[in-house]
T-cell receptor, first 114, second 115 residues
């Protein structure tokens, strides 16, 4: 079975700083997807970024980028120029190819301070 | 982007009653939907996979008779919490995959409180 571990329960940074959230996972699969989801106080799950395991290039979405290390089974999220609206719970998630079932990490509560 | 609508957003019910939660895919068809449960300050745990036209697949430890899932159409899945008890109070979220099965879209969630 797949497991996802987020070792940072809480993080806090000042606005405009850069912050990196950690995620490690365990799987015997070779092809899969990894995701970072954001859950603001509204509790709506919002996709931040997605990475296909077969792609070596790290995914980037504006201020959000990942550092995907397949051999190390590590998938960290970097948020640059952090904004107050980035305050939320962030979940790392794993999905087997075509399975659509997501396995979530424990989450990291990120607070951006003004 | 694809939209998944969940209703109601919140519900309070008396212990022993049943509550139905709906999950609709508004602009696409979803033969499969997923139901998650989230306790306060915790992660999402998959409860079951809802399959259109067939029985749902439940995760280990989830009571099938308590959490009834029906997926009668390509755009609607329902979760019924039967004979609800206070320990069933939680946040329930549904999701549906995109056509290419590369991403999941989530409903807004339902906060259930059993008193």
């Amino acid at each position: 079975a797949q497991t996802v571990t987020q070792s940072q329960p809480e993080m806090s940074v000042q606005e405009a700083e850069t912050v990196t959230l950690s995620c490690t996972y365990d799987t015997s699969e070779n092809n899969y997807y990894l995701f970072w989801y954001k859950q603001p106080p509204s509790r709506q799950m919002i996709l931040v970024i997605r990475q296909e395991a077969y792609k070596q290039q790290n995914a980037t979405e504006n201020r959000f980028s990942v550092n995907f290390q397949k051999a190390a089974k590590s998938f960290s999220l970097k948020i640059s120029d952090s904004q107050l609206g980035d305050t939320a719970m962030y979940f790392c998630a794993f999905m087997k190819l075509r399975a659509q079932k997501l396995v979530f990490g424990q989450g990291t509560r990120l607070t951006i301070n003004p | 982007g694809a939209v998944v609508s969940q209703h109601p957003s919140w519900v309070i019910c008396k212990s022993g009653t049943s509550v139905k939660i709906e999950c609709r895919s508004l602009d696409f068809q979803a033969t499969t939907m997923f139901w998650y449960r989230q306790f306060p300050k915790q992660s999402l745990m998959l409860m079951a996979t809802s399959n259109e036209g067939s029985k749902a697949t439940y995760e280990q430890g989830v009571e099938k008779d308590k959490f009834l899932i029906n997926h009668a159409s390509l755009t609607l899945s329902t979760l019924t919490v039967t004979s609800a008890h206070p320990e069933d109070s939680s946040f329930y979220i549904c999701s549906a995959p995109t056509r290419g099965w590369t991403e999941a879209f989530f409903g807004q969630g339902t906060r259930l409180t059993v008193v």
